[in-house]
């Protein structure tokens, strides 16, 4: 019997049964039941090669949209390499396609919504002003909430070493899965389950970033922060929601309540 790979692995296609960019990157799936490594069997991914709509013109449209934020102030050299190579298109309904690149949230089923691209871009950028930088400058090991369609988590993957993403709603897990598996990433690691608790088997993080905001910050985050790492998350107080970064040092936890934003409630348990 032909042994199954490890995972993380690359899954080649070959060059007879599929086009080269299907060249599938194994995504680690993670269930509630192997969160703390139990389940040996991760489920198949399947490539998906959606049309993008915008032919080859999608990396111009999406220089254009780099180029409105650096106007906006946004000068984090890393954080623009990202948004460049992410095609966003990727991540929304064929409808929506046109809409991709213009700075604006969009939905994507469920119910929930993909951020403005500026608010993703600040908020990565502020994740990487915590202290915890490797000497490539990447962030080590990243924690996201609300994994949504992925299109956040594969701007992580551009500027940390690893990325476990939780999303509590299963069709949004699976819709990621498929979204990311026509991306070559092998250090994206989603993880079906309820964000509340954390990951406890792969912290300590040097940053975790929520797509969904309470008006309490949990535990358990605080817990898996590593010393000299950050949190950027919303944070609702008094009926509206601003962005809260709290920064673990050896001291103790340093606050900080920035501009208002707009995020989707942080709800618990799975759906
Ligand atoms: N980063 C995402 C944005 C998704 S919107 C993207 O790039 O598409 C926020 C997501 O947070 C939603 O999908 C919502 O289901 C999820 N969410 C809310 N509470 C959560 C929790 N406790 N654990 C995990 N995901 C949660």
């Given at each position: 019997m032909k042994k199954r790979p490890a995972f993380p692995a690359r899954i080649d296609f070959g060059r007879d049964n599929a086009p080269p960019e299907v060249l599938l990157s194994a995504t680690k799936v993670?269930?509630?039941?192997?969160?703390?490594?139990?389940d040996k069997t991760p489920k198949p991914l399947v490539p998906q090669n959606k049309p993008s709509g915008l032919g080859l013109d999608s990396k111009a449209v999406r220089e254009r949209m780099v180029d409105k934020l650096i106007a906006q102030g946004l000068d984090d050299?890393?954080?623009?390499?990202?948004?460049?190579?992410?095609?966003?298109?990727?991540?929304?309904?064929?409808?929506?396609?046109?809409?991709?690149?213009?700075?604006?949230?969009?939905?994507?089923?469920?119910g929930q919504t993909i951020s403005k691209p500026n608010v993703v871009a600040r908020m990565i950028s502020l994740l990487r002003q915590g202290r915890n930088l490797l000497i490539t400058g990447k962030l080590n090991r990243?924690?996201?909430?609300?994994t949504g369609c992925g299109y956040q988590a594969a701007l992580l993957a551009e500027v940390s070493k690893e990325v476990y993403s939780i999303e509590r709603l299963k069709g949004l897990h699976e819709k990621a899965l498929s979204n990311l598996a026509q991306l070559s990433l092998q250090n994206v690691h989603l993880i079906f389950?309820?964000?509340?608790?954390?990951?406890?088997?792969?912290?300590?993080?040097?940053g975790i970033i929520s797509a969904a905001g309470g008006d309490t910050l949990p535990q358990a985050w605080i817990d898996q922060l590593d010393v000299g790492g950050r949190i950027v998350a919303p944070w609702a107080q008094d009926g509206s929601q601003s962005l809260l970064v709290i920064d673990k040092t050896n001291k103790g936890l340093e606050r900080q309540i920035l501009e208002p934003v707009h995020f989707v409630p942080l709800k618990s348990g799975i759906a």
């Open positions: 993670m269930t509630p039941s192997n969160q703390r490594g139990m050299e890393m954080v623009l390499k990202a948004l460049r190579a992410v095609e966003r298109h990727r991540f929304v309904d064929t409808a929506l396609v046109n809409q991709a690149y213009e700075d604006t949230s969009l939905p994507i089923g469920l990243v924690l996201e909430i609300g389950g309820d964000g509340m608790l954390g990951h406890p088997s792969a912290a300590p993080y040097s």
